[in-house]
């Protein structure tokens, strides 16, 4: 009977290359294939036969069966991250982290949320039937903790006042939005107006709540009126922006802080759509420093939060527990830092050109 590869014109599909072929090749067991192509090699097997196998993996293109292997194992080499608002530039960069101290052994499995929305436990737990080696889990809380009831390797990230459910990883963001508040201050600024994010987790509350109580005790007033949340979305921003800008200008509003760098983009578009001066009637801060934040114009100010770090970090700790290794430090906390730059701090050429800043008015 005619093949359907023959008869749709196709070239014959070569048939699967196993171990047992490798084996063949290299001249060795399926045992020394298997420790070769797990990486596993250290004490157990030869220099020249590692070689030979690698040589005749390469010559037949062999593929490890890691999906077989997983269910031998009872595990997959699958790891999950879990995460609000992953559509956020700055968990690109926890990511890259989080790849980078996992290595080539694992494969890391992304849960996705909509916009502004908070994973849920029963969504994760269909994940779990995958059998991952491990879970990492940014910006909990502890409802979603309690629900989800994740047994095997678990670590957080950015989870402050969580530590008793699993190791973790946070970010000292409070540091970094008390040293935001004191440089506005400090700048001459009375009142400001806050963007918060929509997605209500423990670290939009540290850094809003951090940044408030810093403002009082400076003398730099925050109305409740003046807080206003979105998505993190640049278009969201900007459209939340123009609604309030009319009556924060009349209350003498002159500095925006935004709960992230995303949200602080679109406080910048709409401002220059509307012709406000950045930062000479307008100061514009976030969180995040992202990297288009140091080359936008103008440059932004914002809290810098070591994603990267954050990520390689609580790779590191979740590698750890899943190879059975003790960990030094169960709770890390990973510090915040203010990069001030164009958006609320100018030149004194600037300064003289636009005469002393009078607070509530338009140069």
């Not at 699993?166 to 600024?189: F, T, W, Y």
């Not at 009375?190 to 403002?215: C, N, S």
């Not at 190879?323 to 050429?349: A, K, N």
Request: net charge negative; hydrophobic share 40%.
């Amino acid at each position: 009977m005619e093949s359907l590869d023959r008869r749709h014109g196709r070239a014959p599909r070569s048939p699967r290359v196993t171990a047992a072929m490798v084996a063949a090749r290299a001249g060795v067991s399926t045992a020394t294939v298997s420790l070769v192509a797990n990486g596993k090699t250290q004490g157990r097997v030869s220099e020249d036969n590692i070689s030979r196998v690698r040589l005749a993996i390469s010559e037949l293109g062999y593929v490890v069966d890691s999906i077989g292997s997983s269910l031998a194992r009872g595990v997959s080499s699958i790891v999950i991250l879990v995460t609000p608002d992953v559509s956020n530039p700055f968990f690109a960069n926890v990511i890259a982290g989080v790849r980078e101290s996992l290595g080539s052994q694992y494969q890391l499995l992304l849960s996705v949320t909509d916009a502004g929305e908070s994973p849920q436990a029963d969504d994760v737990r269909k994940l779990l039937a995958l059998r991952p080696a491990g879970l990492l889990v940014g910006a909990p809380s502890a409802e979603f903790l309690e629900d989800l009831s994740a047994a095997g390797p678990l670590v957080l990230l950015d989870a402050p006042g969580l530590e008793s459910y699993a190791p973790s990883v946070n970010l000292d963001v409070a540091q970094g939005a008390r040293e935001l508040a004191r440089h506005l201050a400090s700048s001459g600024h009375t009142r400001a107006a806050y963007v918060d994010g929509v997605t209500g987790t423990t670290t939009f509350q540290l850094r809003r709540e951090a940044f408030l109580a810093e403002a009082a005790a400076c003398g730099l007033s925050v109305e409740p009126g003046h807080v206003i949340s979105t998505p993190i979305d640049v278009g969201a921003a900007a459209a939340a922006f123009a609604d309030a800008w009319p009556e924060w200008q009349r209350e003498g509003v002159t500095a925006v802080v935004c709960g992230t760098d995303t949200h602080a983009y679109g406080v910048l578009q709409e401002a220059r759509v509307e012709g406000v001066r950045i930062p000479e009637q307008l100061a514009v801060a976030g969180f995040d420093d992202l990297p288009y934040s140091a080359t936008s114009n103008p440059s932004l100010t914002s809290v810098h939060l070591p994603a990267t770090p954050l990520g390689r970090k609580a790779g590191e700790q979740l590698r750890g527990l899943m190879e059975g290794l003790p960990l030094d430090e169960p709770h890390v906390t990973l510090e915040s830092s203010l990069v001030v730059r164009g958006s609320t701090s100018f030149s004194q050429e600037r300064v003289d050109e636009a005469g002393p800043r009078k607070q509530g008015s338009t140069p």
